[in-house]
């Protein structure tokens, strides 16, 4: 069987590895986003929504270079995204009026999605300051929250790509390899959920989970043209129990190996994390073993 490759959720064949070369050997004045442009086209790489998948693309592309399947131009300018997330702002500067009002008093309460590039910078900053895992891009199609309380930002939610594949997820939904690739864009993952440690509000977290249940697929419609039909998220065991997931709804399904999200070989452990969902309507079984 000839080798294949898997980057941000596509395998390619040796031949469509022959095709990248090929691309990049035949337009030597091209650079990284022309030819990331060039191999959507040349592969039919598309979103559902029928877009190219110009960022997943890129990223993909990076990969097989650090692989040494390929050889990219050099980019046109020096990345910068560390260094802006990394920034240090009076914005994002803790509050000194720590929030304790119980959820059910807060007022006001709010998701609105990060719409434009001063609201992204900002959200980085929160989760790279206040974050145990700090910052890092999101994988593939993706929505940030802020949760505001009368204005006042006082929570960050991101959600992302789904997990390739975990054995307590799969085997909850019960669907082949085959249909996994085809309905994997229908599961997405809570990647990221911060409350600010100076907001002490009891049943916060639970509320803020329920809300962002409700407004994500109307979210994700607005921007991708379709809507998913399950959440997923990972719970890293030695630090949390998953309470307000539990409180929220969410369905507990076991624990992870240790292997981390693309595993492919034996390669460092990662922490152990508990896996729960949520399921966004009643027949996701049925649409994702389609």
Known sequence: MKNTFRYCGRTFTESELED????????????????????????????????????????????????????????????????????????AEPDIFPITLPASELTDLNLTPVSNQKESYLWNEYIDRYHYLGYKPLPGAQIRYFVRTNGQIIALFGFGAAAWKTAPRDNFIGWTHQQRQKNLHLVVNNARFLILPWVKSKCLASKLLSMAAKILPESWIERYNYSPVLLETFVQIDRFSGTCYKAANWVYLGETKGRGKLYVKNRAELPKKSVWVYPLRKDFRQILCS
């Open 20 to 91: 990248i070369r090929g691309l990049i050997a035949g337009n030597p004045s091209a650079h990284r986003a022309r030819l990331s442009r060039l191999v959507c086209d040349k592969l039919e790489w598309r979103s559902p929504n029928g877009r190219v998948k110009e960022m997943s693309c890129r990223v993909a592309m990076l990969r097989m270079q650090d692989d040494g399947l390929i050889k990219l131009p050099p980019p046109l300018r020096k990345h910068t995204n560390a260094k802006l997330h990394k920034r240090r702002t009076l914005e």
